[in-house]
């Protein structure tokens, strides 16, 4: 199985400031056939289930603000978010679906400073 | 707009069986792969079981292969998992989730149910 492993296990960062995640894989997840990295990335607010923000590694889910970005590629990815907003409140997860079975990170908490 | 609504989840002693249902609207449910996730009380997300659309490939997770079983019946638009011989570690929130791309019977979702809870204990 492909281990995921995020970094920090939680965050805070102060209201406009960056913040950054990052998200690493035991093996690549970059399919050489169609150059796409399979991983992807959740957010979630307390009581409320997961929602997608970025698919394929660094593609943004229709709805979702474009402080939201994600890069990186074959094991190491970050996601990135421009400039916090209170609503940015949440613990984020990484997950690839290069190989099943599908495996997540063990989620990092975003806090406000 | 998208829905995914499951039910079935509540209280059950070790060893005994619970059915969780997952209605979809608001798409075509019979043109898309379906997955369940859990996740334990405070704990992070793990992925349960997918289901593909004609439900002619199946997969489970080694902790609940051999106990939990995975249906969809596209004329009623439901998806099921069936799940047996319970453990007190299979305690979680159950949500039922759309996969949009897939590798390999891996994907990633698009749309998640609000979830239903199964709690394993005597």
């Known amino acids: 199985d492909i281990v995921m492993t995020q970094s920090p296990d939680s965050l805070a960062v102060s209201l406009g400031e960056r913040a950054s995640i990052n998200c690493k894989s035991s093996?690549?997840?970059?399919?050489?056939?169609?150059?796409?990295?399979?991983l992807a990335w959740y957010q979630q607010k307390p009581g409320q289930p997961p929602k997608l923000l970025i698919y394929w590694a660094s593609t943004r889910e229709s709805g979702v603000p474009d402080r939201f970005s994600g890069s990186g590629s074959g094991t190491d990815f970050t996601l990135t978010i421009s400039s916090l907003q209170a609503e940015d409140v949440a613990v984020y997860y990484c997950?690839?679906?290069?190989?099943?079975?599908?495996?997540f990170g063990q989620g990092t908490k975003l806090e406000i400073k | 707009e998208v829905q995914l609504v499951e039910s079935g989840g509540g209280l059950v002693k070790p060893g005994g069986s619970l059915r969780l249902s997952c209605v979809p609207s608001g798409f075509t449910f019979g043109g898309y792969s379906m997955s369940w996730v859990r996740q334990a009380p405070g704990k992070g997300l793990e992925w349960v079981s997918s289901?593909?659309?004609?439900?002619?490939?199946?997969y489970y997770a080694d902790s609940v292969r051999g106990r939990f079983t995975i249906s969809r019946d596209n004329a009623k638009n439901s998806l099921y998992l069936h799940m047996n011989s319970l453990r007190a570690e299979d305690t979680a929130m159950y949500y039922c989730?759309?996969?949009?791309?897939?590798?390999?019977?891996?994907?990633?979702?698009?749309?998640w149910g609000q979830g239903t809870l199964v709690t394993v204990s005597s």
């Open positions: 997950q690839q679906y290069y190989s099943t079975p599908r495996t």
């Open positions: 289901i593909s659309s004609s439900a002619s490939h199946i």
């Open positions: 093996q690549s997840v970059l399919y050489r056939s169609t150059n796409y990295n399979y």
């Open positions: 989730a759309r996969d949009r791309e897939c590798s390999d019977g891996s994907c990633y979702s698009d749309y």
